[in-house]
C-alpha cells in the first residue's frame, strides 16, 4: 500500500511542495492556502482568466495525495447536479420486486437508502474518508443566487442536509477551492465563510520560473522572450488596447506553440501566426498587429 504524501507543516514546506509539481506560488497565496488547511475553512480565490486558479487545486491535490473532485458551476445549474440525484431506475425496480412481500410504507423506507444515491461532488467530498479530498468549485460567479444559498451550509460547517436520510457531516473536513473571474459580485454571505484571495498577473520573474517548468523543451532564450513579450502585454500604455491580457495558460500555451514550429527567436511573422494563442478576440489580434516593432524594442534602460 503506498505512503500518503506527508501535509507540509510551514508556509515554506507547502510553497516548496508546489513548486515541485510544477506550481509557482506566491508567498501570500502560499499563506492563504496554508492557513485554510489549518484552520479547515474554504478559500475563495478570484483573478482574471488563466492566473492559474483552477491550477492550484490540481496541485494541492497532488501535493497532498487527495482525491480532486470538480465541481463546474454554469448559469441555471440545479442542487441536485452538485449534491445528489435518487437512482430512480433502481428505486423502481425495487419496489415491483418487493410489492408482493412489502407493505407501502416498508417499501418507501427501503427505496430511500443510501445505497440508491448517485452522489455528485459535493456529497462525493463530505464522504471521502481521510485525509479527505481536495473539492474544487469552478467559476462559482458563473451560477446563480439561489444556488450560492444553496452553498452556505457545506461552506459554513462542512455538512449538507438530504430531506429523506437527514444531515450528513463530512468524514474529514475538504480542502475546498472557490474560484471566481468575478462576472458577478459574489454573495456577502458566501464570502464571510471562506477565506480570500486575489490573484493578480505574476510578475515576470515568476512567470519565466513557470513557463521554464510548463515547457522545459523551450530554450533559455525563447523562454526570457516569451515572458518578457506578454508581460509587456499587460503593461500600460498597452494593456488598455485589449480587452483582456493573456494571462499564465495562454503564456505556456505560446511557449508550447513556439517549440512545435521549431521557433528560435520572436519575430513579427511567428507573431502574427500564433497570436490566436494569446487572444481569443479578433479585436483583441488585430490591435496587437500594429504595436509590434514596439513590443519587440528593446526596453528602456
Keep these: 500500500m503506498s505512503r500518503l504524501p506527508e501535509t507540509p507543516d510551514s508556509i515554506d514546506g507547502l510553497t516548496h511542495a508546489l513548486q515541485g509539481v510544477g506550481y509557482h506560488a506566491p508567498r501570500r497565496l502560499a499563506t492563504a492556502v496554508f492557513l485554510a488547511m489549518r484552520l479547515q475553512r474554504p478559500l475563495l480565490l478570484e483573478g482574471e482568466p488563466g492566473v492559474g486558479k483552477t491550477e492550484l487545486a490540481k496541485a494541492l491535490a497532488k501535493v497532498l495525495g487527495r482525491p480532486l473532485l470538480r465541481l463546474q458551476c454554469y448559469d441555471g445549474m440545479e442542487q441536485r447536479e452538485a449534491l445528489y440525484e435518487w437512482n430512480h431506475t433502481a428505486q423502481l425496480l425495487h419496489m415491483r420486486a418487493a410489492q408482493a412481500v412489502s407493505t407501502p410504507d416498508e417499501i418507501e423506507r427501503e427505496v430511500y437508502q443510501a445505497r440508491y444515491l448517485i452522489r455528485r461532488p459535493l456529497l462525493q467530498a463530505l464522504q471521502t474518508p481521510e485525509p479527505g479530498a481536495v473539492l474544487l468549485i469552478d467559476e462559482v460567479d458563473r451560477a446563480d443566487e439561489p444556488f450560492e444559498a444553496f452553498l452556505l451550509e457545506y461552506l459554513g460547517e462542512y455538512q449538507v442536509t438530504i430531506p429523506e436520510l437527514g444531515t450528513i457531516r463530512a468524514v474529514a473536513a475538504p480542502l475546498t477551492i472557490l474560484t471566481s473571474n468575478r462576472t458577478r459580485e459574489l454573495n456577502d454571505a458566501v464570502k464571510r465563510r471562506c477565506l480570500y484571495q486575489w490573484l493578480d498577473y505574476p510578475d515576470r520573474e515568476r512567470e519565466l520560473a513557470i513557463v521554464r517548468s510548463q515547457v522545459p523543451q523551450a530554450s533559455a532564450a525563447l523562454t526570457e522572450q ?36 521549431d521557433t528560435l527567436t520572436l519575430d513579427p511573422e511567428v507573431i502574427q501566426d500564433t497570436a490566436g494563442i494569446l487572444f481569443k478576440q479578433r479585436e483583441d489580434v488585430a490591435a496587437l498587429l500594429p504595436m509590434l516593432d514596439q513590443l519587440l524594442a528593446p526596453e528602456p534602460v
Aim: aromatic letters at 12%; hydrophobic letters at 50%; zero cysteines.
Design 226 to 261: 516569451v515572458t518578457r513579450f506578454v508581460s509587456r502585454l499587460r503593461d500600460q500604455p498597452f494593456a488598455n488596447a485589449f480587452q483582456r491580457s493573456p494571462g499564465i495558460a495562454e503564456s505556456v500555451e505560446w511557449a508550447k506553440a513556439l517549440v512545435a514550429l
